[in-house]
């Protein structure tokens, strides 16, 4: 619970690769999975401060320990760690050998779970979906205007000026993120209804791209106030 609320905490705007191409101080502290290690030594800082010690009641062998949880839940969120975490959970669901009661086995399944967590927009009712990929790609693309102010080319995913491939885009996103709610939904049934709304938001969105639907986006309605 405390990974999940945290995971974004102190979040700056600006994905991974723009801490390493502009050479940003943050890039020099983490090398690798640059804002989910700050994310994770800030939420240890917050959890230090002397009214938020949830955890102050913990010995010292299990206050380490659960940091160790939070740190693996929040590094989880970054997704270069998606694909190998759901190929071995989807092994071992094939292979008929997921056991809750391995350690190992509970740690990929969390991995997976805050994933999960960490994009469920995409499960969410329609209105709700538009609203937070139109709130997504205002950062997307305030990440690009500042690449582009610094003399590089930002992926089209965050070039203001391709804003009529969103459509596409979300298609792309929600196909390689479904794995991960199919994997949830055969692992807890009850977690049915989160694919149900993947899938119906991945219907819109192949409507929209197809132009079968009207788009929902306004280039210059989209840019940040000064």
């Known amino acids: 619970m405390v990974a999940t609320i945290a995971h974004d905490i102190d979040h700056r705007g600006y994905n991974n690769d723009f801490f390493n191409k502009c050479k940003e101080p943050m890039a020099a502290l983490y090398s690798t999975s640059t804002m989910e290690m700050h994310h994770f030594r800030y939420t240890c800082t917050v959890l230090q401060q002397q009214d938020n010690q949830i955890l102050g009641h913990l010995s010292r062998e299990d206050y380490k320990k659960i940091l160790q949880y939070i740190e693996h839940a929040i590094l989880a ?27 190992e086995h509970r ?12 994009m469920c927009a995409v499960c969410k009712n329609w209105d709700v979906q538009q609203n937070v990929a139109k709130l997504i790609y205002e950062e997307f693309f305030f990440q690009g205007d500042e690449e582009k ?8 995913m965050m070039d203001r000026a391709r804003s009529d491939q969103i459509p596409k885009q979300q298609v792309g996103f929600i196909n390689f993120v479904s794995p991960a709610y ?7 049934p009850c977690c049915q209804p989160l694919l149900d709304g993947l899938r119906e938001n ?16 306004e280039v210059d309605k989209s840019r940040r106030k000064p």
């Open 77 to 103: 969120t970054d997704l270069t760690f998606f694909m190998p975490n759901q190929k071995r959970l989807s092994h071992r669901l094939e292979n008929n050998s997921l056991d809750l009661n391995v350690w």
């Open 107 to 118: 740690q990929d399944v969390k991995a997976i779970l805050v994933t999960v967590c960490d």
């Open 149 to 156: 102010k610094r003399g590089l080319e930002p992926i089209p």
């Open 182 to 188: 199919k994997l949830i939904a055969m692992i807890f």
């Open 202 to 217: 991945l219907d819109n969105w192949q409507r929209i791209a197809c132009g079968k639907e009207p788009g929902m986006w």
